[in-house]
């Protein structure tokens, strides 16, 4: 069964209904995939659904509602801050977020699913 790593920007593609949103939709609906979100990221789409004015409880609800929550602890949050510095020294920008979610996709032999071009290089980015 396929596992997908859903980062942000895919879930706020999809919660706004966009064309790449739909392309996200059908990948999280298909009942023959595993579709994991990780704790840290739930922060992230709070933010901007909060920053674009939209329902963070709805928000909230359609992840929760349609995805895996992947928790974290002390050693995890230590191994995405080890990704996260070895990114930083290849892409300036790569976001903490972006390291939660490359850390998580790892420990689960999962896909990212995303249109976040920091994952352009990844192997196992599935690019929307």
Request: glycine residues 8%; proline residues 1%.
């Amino acid at each position: 069964m396929p596992k997908f790593v859903v980062d942000s920007w895919a879930w706020i593609e999809y919660l706004e209904g966009t064309g790449k949103g739909e392309k996200v939709r059908e990948i999280v609906l298909d009942e023959k995939n595993e579709v994991y979100t990780n704790l840290i990221n739930l922060s992230e789409i709070a933010s901007v659904a909060s920053r674009k004015s939209m329902d963070i409880d709805f928000a909230f609800n359609a992840v929760v509602s349609s995805s895996s929550i992947i928790g974290i602890d002390e050693n995890f949050c230590k191994e995405a801050g080890k990704f996260h510095g070895k990114m930083r020294k290849k892409i300036r920008d790569f976001g903490m977020g972006d390291a939660f979610v490359a850390v998580t996709a790892r420990k689960l032999n999962a896909r990212i699913l995303t249109g976040d071009q920091h994952f352009k290089g990844f192997k196992n980015a599935t690019i929307i």
